[in-house]
Protein backbone atom coordinates (compact mmCIF):
# COMPACT_ATOMS: atom_id res chain seq x y z
CA UNK A 1 0.00 0.00 0.00
CA UNK A 2 1.32 3.54 -0.78
CA UNK A 3 1.92 5.87 2.03
CA UNK A 4 -0.71 8.93 0.32
CA UNK A 5 -3.22 6.13 0.34
CA UNK A 6 -2.36 4.52 4.11
CA UNK A 7 -2.49 8.26 5.05
CA UNK A 8 -5.28 8.71 3.78
CA UNK A 9 -7.01 6.05 5.69
CA UNK A 10 -5.48 7.47 8.88
CA UNK A 11 -7.16 10.34 8.22
CA UNK A 12 -10.26 8.49 8.23
CA UNK A 13 -9.88 6.81 11.38
CA UNK A 14 -8.92 9.71 13.30
CA UNK A 15 -12.04 11.76 12.23
CA UNK A 16 -14.35 8.58 12.86
CA UNK A 17 -13.07 8.00 16.02
CA UNK A 18 -13.18 11.38 17.11
CA UNK A 19 -16.62 11.47 15.70
CA UNK A 20 -17.57 8.23 17.37
CA UNK A 21 -15.23 8.44 20.88
CA UNK A 22 -14.66 11.47 23.17
CA UNK A 23 -11.12 11.82 21.71
CA UNK A 24 -9.34 15.41 20.78
CA UNK A 25 -8.98 15.09 16.85
CA UNK A 26 -5.56 17.15 17.50
CA UNK A 27 -4.15 14.14 20.04
CA UNK A 28 -5.16 11.53 17.43
CA UNK A 29 -3.28 14.09 14.41
CA UNK A 30 0.02 14.39 16.82
CA UNK A 31 -0.39 10.25 17.19
CA UNK A 32 -1.11 9.75 13.63
CA UNK A 33 1.86 12.24 12.38
CA UNK A 34 4.37 10.32 14.30
CA UNK A 35 3.48 6.78 13.39
CA UNK A 36 3.10 7.86 9.67
CA UNK A 37 6.30 10.39 9.95
CA UNK A 38 8.72 7.67 11.48
CA UNK A 39 7.54 4.18 11.24
CA UNK A 40 6.06 4.63 7.54
CA UNK A 41 8.45 7.23 5.80
CA UNK A 42 11.29 7.20 8.26
CA UNK A 43 11.33 10.74 9.36
CA UNK A 44 13.11 12.31 12.78
CA UNK A 45 10.99 13.87 15.57
CA UNK A 46 12.97 16.62 14.56
CA UNK A 47 11.64 16.85 11.05
CA UNK A 48 7.78 15.88 11.95
CA UNK A 49 7.83 18.76 14.69
CA UNK A 50 9.14 20.97 12.02
CA UNK A 51 5.53 21.30 11.12
CA UNK A 52 4.61 22.71 13.95
CA UNK A 53 2.76 26.06 13.47
CA UNK A 54 4.14 27.73 16.38
CA UNK A 55 2.96 31.21 15.03
CA UNK A 56 -0.66 29.99 15.12
CA UNK A 57 -0.43 28.84 18.64
CA UNK A 58 0.72 32.27 19.86
CA UNK A 59 -1.96 33.83 18.15
CA UNK A 60 -4.51 31.29 19.29
CA UNK A 61 -3.74 31.47 22.95
CA UNK A 62 -2.69 35.29 22.81
CA UNK A 63 -6.33 35.86 21.74
CA UNK A 64 -8.37 33.40 23.92
CA UNK A 65 -6.46 34.53 26.69
CA UNK A 66 -7.35 38.35 25.90
CA UNK A 67 -10.97 37.37 25.61
CA UNK A 68 -10.74 35.01 29.25
CA UNK A 69 -9.49 38.57 30.62
CA UNK A 70 -12.15 40.64 29.71
CA UNK A 71 -15.20 37.97 30.35
CA UNK A 72 -13.22 38.03 33.83
CA UNK A 73 -13.68 41.98 34.31
CA UNK A 74 -17.17 41.91 33.11
CA UNK A 75 -16.44 44.12 29.34
CA UNK A 76 -18.53 41.26 27.66
CA UNK A 77 -21.65 41.21 29.58
CA UNK A 78 -21.11 45.27 29.95
CA UNK A 79 -20.96 45.23 26.21
CA UNK A 80 -24.42 42.61 26.16
CA UNK A 81 -26.41 45.07 28.80
CA UNK A 82 -25.55 48.20 26.27
CA UNK A 83 -26.62 46.46 23.08
CA UNK A 84 -29.60 45.10 24.82
CA UNK A 85 -31.00 48.93 25.85
CA UNK A 86 -30.04 50.25 22.43
CA UNK A 87 -33.59 48.23 21.54
CA UNK A 88 -36.00 50.02 23.82
CA UNK A 89 -39.26 48.72 23.23
CA UNK A 90 -38.84 47.53 19.99
CA UNK A 91 -39.15 43.28 20.19
CA UNK A 92 -38.25 42.95 16.69
CA UNK A 93 -34.69 44.08 17.31
CA UNK A 94 -33.67 41.42 19.39
CA UNK A 95 -33.28 38.98 17.48
CA UNK A 96 -30.73 41.14 15.73
CA UNK A 97 -29.15 42.45 18.33
CA UNK A 98 -27.92 39.07 19.38
CA UNK A 99 -27.01 38.00 15.67
CA UNK A 100 -24.61 41.61 16.27
CA UNK A 101 -23.31 41.06 19.91
CA UNK A 102 -22.35 37.02 18.88
CA UNK A 103 -20.87 38.23 15.47
CA UNK A 104 -18.41 40.98 17.78
CA UNK A 105 -17.99 38.53 19.82
CA UNK A 106 -16.65 36.38 17.80
CA UNK A 107 -14.83 38.67 15.30
CA UNK A 108 -12.66 39.65 18.26
CA UNK A 109 -10.85 36.65 18.70
CA UNK A 110 -13.65 34.46 21.21
CA UNK A 111 -14.24 31.38 19.91
CA UNK A 112 -17.73 29.98 18.43
CA UNK A 113 -18.98 27.89 20.79
CA UNK A 114 -17.96 30.40 23.78
CA UNK A 115 -20.02 33.33 22.00
CA UNK A 116 -23.14 30.88 21.78
CA UNK A 117 -22.83 29.64 25.22
CA UNK A 118 -22.78 33.26 26.18
CA UNK A 119 -25.59 34.54 24.18
CA UNK A 120 -28.02 31.89 23.69
CA UNK A 121 -29.24 31.13 27.26
CA UNK A 122 -30.04 35.27 27.15
CA UNK A 123 -31.47 34.97 23.68
CA UNK A 124 -33.88 32.13 23.83
CA UNK A 125 -34.91 33.54 27.66
CA UNK A 126 -35.80 36.99 25.61
CA UNK A 127 -37.60 34.71 23.20
CA UNK A 128 -39.72 32.90 26.25
CA UNK A 129 -40.78 36.49 27.34
CA UNK A 130 -41.96 38.14 23.78
CA UNK A 131 -43.21 34.71 22.24
CA UNK A 132 -40.30 34.99 19.56
CA UNK A 133 -39.80 31.60 17.55
CA UNK A 134 -37.39 30.17 19.85
CA UNK A 135 -35.71 28.25 16.17
CA UNK A 136 -35.42 31.95 15.27
CA UNK A 137 -33.39 32.94 17.92
CA UNK A 138 -31.43 30.63 18.40
CA UNK A 139 -30.40 30.23 14.80
CA UNK A 140 -29.94 34.02 14.70
CA UNK A 141 -27.83 33.30 17.65
CA UNK A 142 -25.80 30.57 16.09
CA UNK A 143 -24.96 32.39 12.32
CA UNK A 144 -24.06 35.96 14.46
CA UNK A 145 -21.22 33.67 15.78
CA UNK A 146 -20.18 32.22 12.19
CA UNK A 147 -20.46 36.07 11.01
CA UNK A 148 -18.33 37.38 12.54
CA UNK A 149 -15.49 34.13 12.68
CA UNK A 150 -13.87 34.66 9.66
CA UNK A 151 -12.68 37.97 10.72
CA UNK A 152 -8.63 38.33 10.34
CA UNK A 153 -8.57 38.13 14.64
CA UNK A 154 -10.62 35.21 15.19
CA UNK A 155 -9.79 31.68 15.23
CA UNK A 156 -11.52 30.88 12.17
CA UNK A 157 -9.64 33.11 10.12
CA UNK A 158 -6.60 33.28 11.89
CA UNK A 159 -6.60 29.39 11.01
CA UNK A 160 -7.55 29.60 7.59
CA UNK A 161 -5.16 32.52 6.56
CA UNK A 162 -2.39 31.26 8.05
CA UNK A 163 -2.59 27.82 6.02
CA UNK A 164 -2.98 30.24 2.98
CA UNK A 165 0.19 32.23 3.72
CA UNK A 166 2.26 29.38 3.73
CA UNK A 167 1.17 28.77 -0.18
CA UNK A 168 1.89 30.34 -2.98
CA UNK A 169 -2.23 31.45 -3.32
CA UNK A 170 -3.70 34.22 -3.23
CA UNK A 171 -4.53 35.67 0.06
CA UNK A 172 -7.55 37.79 0.80
CA UNK A 173 -8.27 37.51 4.45
CA UNK A 174 -10.84 40.63 3.97
CA UNK A 175 -12.89 39.01 1.27
CA UNK A 176 -13.00 35.34 3.14
CA UNK A 177 -14.58 37.82 6.54
CA UNK A 178 -16.67 39.76 4.24
CA UNK A 179 -18.15 36.53 2.42
CA UNK A 180 -18.89 34.89 5.50
CA UNK A 181 -20.63 37.38 7.12
CA UNK A 182 -23.04 38.38 4.35
CA UNK A 183 -23.86 35.12 3.49
CA UNK A 184 -24.53 34.23 7.33
CA UNK A 185 -26.33 37.73 7.51
CA UNK A 186 -28.34 36.82 4.22
CA UNK A 187 -29.73 33.23 5.84
CA UNK A 188 -30.65 35.33 9.07
CA UNK A 189 -32.58 37.98 6.85
CA UNK A 190 -34.45 34.51 5.66
CA UNK A 191 -34.90 33.02 8.98
CA UNK A 192 -36.66 36.28 10.20
CA UNK A 193 -39.18 36.56 7.52
CA UNK A 194 -40.08 32.82 7.32
CA UNK A 195 -40.51 32.67 11.14
CA UNK A 196 -42.43 35.44 12.08
CA UNK A 197 -40.19 37.60 12.38
CA UNK A 198 -42.33 40.56 10.58
CA UNK A 199 -45.29 39.87 12.92
CA UNK A 200 -42.73 41.33 15.83
CA UNK A 201 -42.60 44.74 14.23
CA UNK A 202 -45.58 45.77 15.71
CA UNK A 203 -45.25 43.90 18.89
CA UNK A 204 -43.71 46.66 22.42
CA UNK A 205 -41.14 44.89 24.53
CA UNK A 206 -40.46 48.01 27.04
CA UNK A 207 -38.93 47.97 30.28
CA UNK A 208 -39.31 44.20 29.64
CA UNK A 209 -36.27 43.64 27.59
CA UNK A 210 -34.17 45.38 29.87
CA UNK A 211 -35.40 43.74 32.89
CA UNK A 212 -34.92 40.15 31.38
CA UNK A 213 -31.15 40.86 30.39
CA UNK A 214 -30.91 42.33 33.89
CA UNK A 215 -32.04 38.53 35.51
CA UNK A 216 -29.78 36.82 32.21
CA UNK A 217 -26.85 38.09 33.60
CA UNK A 218 -26.95 37.18 37.05
CA UNK A 219 -26.21 33.98 35.95
CA UNK A 220 -22.49 33.43 35.30
CA UNK A 221 -21.59 33.92 32.00
CA UNK A 222 -17.92 33.96 32.13
CA UNK A 223 -17.78 30.25 33.93
CA UNK A 224 -20.42 29.26 31.30
CA UNK A 225 -18.14 30.13 28.13
CA UNK A 226 -15.12 29.12 29.79
CA UNK A 227 -16.07 25.84 29.69
CA UNK A 228 -16.69 25.69 26.26
CA UNK A 229 -14.25 23.08 24.36
CA UNK A 230 -13.94 21.97 21.19
CA UNK A 231 -13.86 18.12 20.86
CA UNK A 232 -13.43 16.34 17.86
CA UNK A 233 -16.46 15.12 17.53
CA UNK A 234 -17.77 19.19 18.36
CA UNK A 235 -20.92 17.98 20.58
CA UNK A 236 -19.77 17.53 24.02
CA UNK A 237 -22.19 19.50 25.85
CA UNK A 238 -21.24 18.21 29.34
CA UNK A 239 -17.62 19.36 29.00
CA UNK A 240 -19.41 23.03 28.14
CA UNK A 241 -20.54 23.65 31.58
CA UNK A 242 -24.09 24.01 30.37
CA UNK A 243 -27.27 22.30 32.17
CA UNK A 244 -30.36 21.78 30.21
CA UNK A 245 -31.62 25.11 31.03
CA UNK A 246 -28.39 27.31 30.59
CA UNK A 247 -26.92 27.66 33.94
CA UNK A 248 -23.72 27.10 34.38
CA UNK A 249 -21.55 23.77 35.89
CA UNK A 250 -18.40 25.54 36.12
CA UNK A 251 -16.72 26.27 39.53
CA UNK A 252 -14.72 29.05 38.77
CA UNK A 253 -17.04 31.87 39.14
CA UNK A 254 -19.11 33.70 42.34
CA UNK A 255 -22.57 32.33 42.61
CA UNK A 256 -23.95 36.44 41.66
CA UNK A 257 -21.60 36.91 38.40
CA UNK A 258 -19.66 35.66 36.30
CA UNK A 259 -16.11 36.19 37.97
CA UNK A 260 -14.40 37.15 41.50
CA UNK A 261 -13.84 40.60 40.39
CA UNK A 262 -17.81 41.46 38.99
CA UNK A 263 -19.12 39.57 41.40
CA UNK A 264 -21.72 42.11 43.45
CA UNK A 265 -22.05 44.14 40.99
CA UNK A 266 -25.45 45.48 40.00
CA UNK A 267 -26.34 43.68 36.86
CA UNK A 268 -28.10 46.83 35.19
CA UNK A 269 -25.38 49.24 35.86
CA UNK A 270 -24.89 52.10 34.02
CA UNK A 271 -21.13 52.45 34.04
CA UNK A 272 -17.80 50.90 33.02
CA UNK A 273 -14.95 50.58 35.27
CA UNK A 274 -11.31 51.95 34.43
CA UNK A 275 -10.59 47.89 33.87
CA UNK A 276 -13.42 47.45 31.37
CA UNK A 277 -12.91 50.87 29.75
CA UNK A 278 -8.79 49.88 29.38
CA UNK A 279 -10.64 46.63 27.84
CA UNK A 280 -12.62 47.83 25.12
CA UNK A 281 -9.82 50.70 23.89
CA UNK A 282 -7.35 47.46 24.48
CA UNK A 283 -9.61 45.55 21.86
CA UNK A 284 -10.16 48.30 19.46
CA UNK A 285 -5.89 48.61 19.52
CA UNK A 286 -5.87 45.35 18.69
CA UNK A 287 -8.02 45.60 15.48
CA UNK A 288 -5.91 48.52 14.37
CA UNK A 289 -1.94 47.60 15.31
CA UNK A 290 -2.79 44.16 13.90
CA UNK A 291 -4.90 45.30 10.53
CA UNK A 292 -4.18 48.97 9.74
CA UNK A 293 0.03 48.13 10.74
CA UNK A 294 -0.21 44.52 10.00
CA UNK A 295 1.78 43.71 13.27
CA UNK A 296 1.51 39.65 14.25
CA UNK A 297 -1.66 39.36 16.21
CA UNK A 298 -0.50 36.78 18.13
CA UNK A 299 2.17 39.08 19.70
CA UNK A 300 -0.48 42.05 19.65
CA UNK A 301 -3.56 39.92 21.87
CA UNK A 302 -0.73 38.91 24.31
CA UNK A 303 0.71 41.85 24.88
CA UNK A 304 -2.80 43.55 25.75
CA UNK A 305 -4.04 40.91 27.34
CA UNK A 306 -0.41 41.37 29.61
CA UNK A 307 -1.39 45.03 30.14
CA UNK A 308 -4.92 44.45 31.43
CA UNK A 309 -3.27 41.96 33.81
CA UNK A 310 -1.44 44.81 34.85
CA UNK A 311 -4.24 47.53 35.48
CA UNK A 312 -6.25 44.96 37.25
CA UNK A 313 -4.46 41.45 38.15
CA UNK A 314 -7.97 40.39 39.65
CA UNK A 315 -9.46 40.25 36.39
CA UNK A 316 -6.76 37.47 35.72
CA UNK A 317 -6.92 35.42 37.68
CA UNK A 318 -7.70 31.85 36.15
CA UNK A 319 -7.83 33.57 32.84
CA UNK A 320 -4.90 31.42 31.64
CA UNK A 321 -6.74 28.22 32.58
CA UNK A 322 -9.54 30.01 30.07
CA UNK A 323 -7.98 29.83 27.34
CA UNK A 324 -9.20 27.15 24.91
CA UNK A 325 -6.18 24.39 25.28
CA UNK A 326 -8.71 21.99 23.43
CA UNK A 327 -8.73 24.26 20.58
CA UNK A 328 -4.84 24.73 20.72
CA UNK A 329 -4.29 21.25 21.04
CA UNK A 330 -6.73 20.90 17.68
CA UNK A 331 -5.44 23.23 15.50
CA UNK A 332 -1.58 22.51 16.11
CA UNK A 333 -2.19 18.54 15.59
CA UNK A 334 -4.06 18.42 12.82
CA UNK A 335 -1.63 21.28 11.05
CA UNK A 336 1.50 18.90 12.20
CA UNK A 337 -0.24 15.93 10.84
CA UNK A 338 -0.91 18.05 7.45
CA UNK A 339 2.64 18.78 7.33
CA UNK A 340 3.40 14.66 7.54
CA UNK A 341 0.98 14.44 4.70
CA UNK A 342 3.22 16.89 2.53
CA UNK A 343 5.88 14.96 3.23
CA UNK A 344 4.05 11.65 1.86
CA UNK A 345 2.79 12.97 -0.88
CA UNK A 346 -0.83 12.75 -0.60
CA UNK A 347 -1.12 16.38 -0.83
CA UNK A 348 -0.41 16.28 -4.79
CA UNK A 349 -1.82 12.51 -4.39
CA UNK A 350 -5.48 14.34 -3.85
CA UNK A 351 -5.42 17.55 -6.00
CA UNK A 352 -3.85 15.43 -9.43
CA UNK A 353 -6.93 13.00 -8.93
CA UNK A 354 -9.07 15.96 -8.38
CA UNK A 355 -7.76 17.74 -11.64
CA UNK A 356 -8.31 14.01 -13.74
CA UNK A 357 -12.09 14.93 -13.02
CA UNK A 358 -11.66 17.46 -15.49
CA UNK A 359 -13.64 19.91 -14.19
CA UNK A 360 -12.71 22.05 -11.93
CA UNK A 361 -15.76 23.83 -11.03
CA UNK A 362 -17.64 20.19 -9.89
CA UNK A 363 -14.91 19.19 -8.14
CA UNK A 364 -14.48 22.36 -6.25
CA UNK A 365 -18.58 21.68 -5.44
CA UNK A 366 -17.61 18.26 -4.28
CA UNK A 367 -15.19 19.59 -1.55
CA UNK A 368 -17.38 21.77 -0.17
CA UNK A 369 -20.38 19.35 0.38
CA UNK A 370 -17.26 16.89 2.00
CA UNK A 371 -16.75 19.96 4.12
CA UNK A 372 -20.38 20.71 5.04
CA UNK A 373 -20.92 16.94 5.81
CA UNK A 374 -18.27 16.02 7.74
CA UNK A 375 -18.19 18.97 9.84
CA UNK A 376 -21.96 18.42 10.60
CA UNK A 377 -20.94 15.67 12.92
CA UNK A 378 -17.28 16.75 13.69
CA UNK A 379 -14.89 19.73 13.93
CA UNK A 380 -15.21 22.45 12.03
CA UNK A 381 -11.53 23.68 12.86
CA UNK A 382 -10.28 20.36 11.90
CA UNK A 383 -11.98 20.51 8.66
CA UNK A 384 -10.83 23.40 7.77
CA UNK A 385 -7.47 22.70 8.77
CA UNK A 386 -7.77 19.14 6.79
CA UNK A 387 -9.31 20.30 3.17
CA UNK A 388 -7.68 23.57 2.60
CA UNK A 389 -4.36 22.13 2.16
CA UNK A 390 -5.44 19.56 0.12
CA UNK A 391 -6.99 21.86 -2.31
CA UNK A 392 -3.98 23.79 -2.40
CA UNK A 393 -1.91 22.12 -4.80
CA UNK A 394 -5.49 22.43 -7.11
CA UNK A 395 -6.21 25.53 -6.72
CA UNK A 396 -2.19 26.25 -7.55
CA UNK A 397 -3.33 25.80 -11.38
CA UNK A 398 -4.97 28.41 -11.24
CA UNK A 399 -8.13 26.89 -13.39
CA UNK A 400 -10.52 28.35 -10.83
CA UNK A 401 -10.26 30.77 -8.44
CA UNK A 402 -8.53 30.29 -5.00
CA UNK A 403 -9.99 32.71 -2.93
CA UNK A 404 -13.54 31.82 -4.18
CA UNK A 405 -13.37 28.18 -3.57
CA UNK A 406 -11.81 28.73 -0.20
CA UNK A 407 -14.55 31.48 0.75
CA UNK A 408 -16.81 29.07 -0.17
CA UNK A 409 -15.32 25.86 1.71
CA UNK A 410 -15.27 28.05 5.05
CA UNK A 411 -18.91 28.96 4.66
CA UNK A 412 -19.86 25.32 4.09
CA UNK A 413 -17.82 24.13 6.71
CA UNK A 414 -19.24 26.34 9.00
CA UNK A 415 -22.82 27.27 8.33
CA UNK A 416 -23.79 23.69 9.29
CA UNK A 417 -22.65 24.23 12.85
CA UNK A 418 -26.60 24.67 13.63
CA UNK A 419 -26.50 20.70 13.85
CA UNK A 420 -27.50 19.57 17.09
CA UNK A 421 -24.51 17.59 16.71
CA UNK A 422 -22.32 20.17 16.66
CA UNK A 423 -21.84 22.28 19.67
CA UNK A 424 -23.14 25.17 18.66
CA UNK A 425 -26.36 23.28 17.84
CA UNK A 426 -26.41 21.39 20.54
CA UNK A 427 -25.93 25.00 22.64
CA UNK A 428 -29.10 26.15 21.71
CA UNK A 429 -30.99 22.84 22.09
CA UNK A 430 -29.50 22.64 25.65
CA UNK A 431 -30.57 26.26 26.79
CA UNK A 432 -34.43 25.51 25.15
CA UNK A 433 -37.51 27.51 26.98
CA UNK A 434 -38.61 25.59 29.60
CA UNK A 435 -42.13 26.22 27.82
CA UNK A 436 -40.98 24.35 25.12
CA UNK A 437 -41.16 20.96 23.70
CA UNK A 438 -37.47 19.61 23.80
CA UNK A 439 -38.25 16.50 21.31
CA UNK A 440 -40.17 19.04 18.81
CA UNK A 441 -37.38 21.47 19.22
CA UNK A 442 -34.55 18.98 18.35
CA UNK A 443 -36.60 17.56 15.23
CA UNK A 444 -36.56 21.49 14.61
CA UNK A 445 -33.12 22.37 14.51
CA UNK A 446 -32.29 18.61 13.01
CA UNK A 447 -34.55 19.42 9.71
CA UNK A 448 -33.50 23.30 9.71
CA UNK A 449 -29.44 22.06 9.87
CA UNK A 450 -30.74 18.94 7.09
CA UNK A 451 -31.61 21.92 4.99
CA UNK A 452 -28.56 24.12 5.56
CA UNK A 453 -26.27 21.00 4.79
CA UNK A 454 -28.47 20.15 1.71
CA UNK A 455 -28.49 23.88 0.32
CA UNK A 456 -25.92 25.71 2.29
CA UNK A 457 -23.06 24.45 0.04
CA UNK A 458 -24.48 24.69 -3.21
CA UNK A 459 -25.16 28.38 -3.04
CA UNK A 460 -21.67 28.91 -1.44
CA UNK A 461 -20.61 27.37 -4.50
CA UNK A 462 -23.20 29.12 -7.04
CA UNK A 463 -22.34 32.79 -5.70
CA UNK A 464 -18.36 32.72 -4.90
CA UNK A 465 -17.34 29.85 -7.21
CA UNK A 466 -19.10 29.77 -9.99
CA UNK A 467 -18.99 33.43 -11.30
CA UNK A 468 -15.01 33.37 -10.76
CA UNK A 469 -15.20 37.07 -9.15
CA UNK A 470 -13.55 35.79 -6.25
Known amino acids: ?21 PLNMGALAFVGAFLLGSVVLGMSTNDILANFPGGLFLTIVGVTYLFAIAQNNGTID ?22 AITAVITAVGALSPAAVAIIAPIALSFAAKHKINPLMMGMMVVHGAQAGGFSPIAVYGVTVNGIIAKTELEANPIAIFLASFFFNLAIAVVLFIVLGGSKLLS ?3 GRLVEQAAAKRMSVSLGARAAGVTLQGSGSDISSAGVSAKGTSGGSGSSPAGGSSESAGKP ?54 NKISWSTVLLI ?16 KFVSDGVTQLGMPLLAALLICYIGAVVSAFASSTAILAA ?23 AVSSTIVDVSPFSTNGALV ?20 SGIVV ?17
Open 1 to 21: MSAPVLSIIILAVMFLLATVL
Open 78 to 99: LLVRGAVRMVGSKVALIPWVMF
Open 203 to 205: TKG
Open 267 to 320: ANGARASVPQLVTILGLIALAVISLGFKVDVGFVSITIAIILALVSPAAQKGAV
Open 332 to 347: CGMLTFVGVLEEAGTI
Open 387 to 409: LIPLAVPFLATGEIGAVGVIAAL
Open 429 to 448: LANAPEDVDKDKFYKQILAY
Open 454 to 470: AVGPAIAWLVMVLPGWM
